[in-house]
């Protein structure tokens, strides 16, 4: 059975740091690209990081880049976001995901493109 499951998540204030894991099970992705992306109360899930296999092309959307950080680690089978200088407007549900398309040079920013998906960590920051 595949699983991806996140942690990490919490309460901050408005300019603190958090870092979210994803570990995944039953499988390894160390061929595959993954992806972060977070949905708000009452929005659409919105993309916010990707990375391809080898960790050589991380993606951000433009609302994060300068303050998250993607990267994996494929003997341990994770992958984390490094997320500085947080704002209220970040407060969502974190879910990661995985292509199982393999060897792709640089991640999907198409939610419907991911296969496998972790069940969320709330990152709530107040302001």
């Known amino acids: 059975q595949v699983q991806l499951v996140e942690s990490g998540g919490g309460l901050v204030q408005a300019g603190g740091s958090l870092r979210l894991s994803c570990a995944a099970s039953?499988?390894?992705?160390?061929?595959?690209?993954m992806a972060w992306f977070r949905q708000a109360p009452g929005k659409e899930r919105e993309f916010v990081a990707t990375i391809n296999w080898s960790g050589s092309a991380p993606y951000y959307a433009d609302a994060v880049k300068g303050r998250f950080t993607i990267s994996r680690d494929n003997a341990k089978n994770t992958m984390y976001l490094q997320m500085n200088s947080l704002k209220p407007e970040d407060t969502a549900v974190y879910y990661c995901a995985a292509d199982i398309t393999p060897w792709m040079l640089t991640g999907r920013r198409d939610a419907e493109q991911y296969d496998y998906w972790g069940q969320g960590t709330q990152v709530t920051v107040s302001s």
């Open positions: 039953g499988r390894t992705f160390s061929s595959n690209a």
